[in-house]
């Protein structure tokens, strides 16, 4: 299966280096460019590629809102944000929006072809402690204010499926939770599976985030 991608970023040279790169691996294909985030929204809509590789800075609308688009009006398409930084504001706020992830720009070609693949797949792409990293940094300022108790939505959960949800918030990996709720890491997974369903979230990460707006999880 061919996974279809659309780059989002202002220069123009960085969009014609990406594609040198992805349309020259097999199973990887650039179906669409955008030059500002209204366009990506655009793009993504009528393409529904299944990522989106997305600048957060960019001029008439910018990364975050464009990712907030996606995410409403295409459920099928995954986000990977670059960022310059790994603790980012703006990086956060797009996890916040809905992205599936974040990476360097200047990653390595491989860590780039890596990243799409896993997040085509709804891997994670950055490690849970990573994400947490991030959340830690900037949660205090950018939550400040927010309703607690996800919109009731926490109650949906068993004892158990909130006990695991608060260990992926808090950066555990599945086998790190199988070991400190003494199950099968295949156990976790399910339950995992139903704390996302239930809570009609994307992915691990989306988990994370939800995890602190709940205040389930808390900043350090």
Do not use: W
């Amino acid at each position: 299966m061919t996974i279809r991608v659309v780059l989002a970023d202002d220069e123009a040279l960085l969009r014609m280096a990406f594609t040198m790169i992805l349309d020259t691996q097999p199973g990887l294909s650039v179906v669409g460019e955008a030059a500002d985030g209204a366009e990506a929204a655009v793009l993504a809509g009528r393409l529904r590629p299944d990522v989106v590789l997305m600048d957060v800075r960019m001029p008439v609308t910018d990364g975050i809102e464009a990712t907030r688009r996606i995410v409403r009006d295409c459920p099928g398409t995954r986000v990977l944000i670059l960022t310059t930084f790994d603790l980012d504001e703006y990086a956060f706020a797009a996890l916040k929006a809905g992205a599936s992830g974040f990476l360097l720009k200047n990653s390595r070609p491989d860590d780039l072809l890596a990243a799409i693949r896993t997040i085509a797949a709804d891997d994670a792409v950055v490690s849970p402690r990573i994400t947490r990293r991030l959340l830690d940094t900037f949660a205090p300022q950018l939550l400040n204010g927010s309703g607690g108790g996800g919109d009731g939505r926490l109650d949906l959960l068993t004892a158990r499926e909130r006990e695991v949800l608060m260990l992926v918030g808090r950066g555990l990996s599945n086998a790190e939770i199988a070991t400190a709720l003494h199950l099968a890491e295949a156990t976790v997974k399910t339950h995992l599976g139903r704390v996302l369903d239930k809570l009609q979230l994307r992915d691990r990460v989306q988990a994370v985030v939800f995890a602190y707006e709940s205040r389930l999880v808390h900043p350090g």
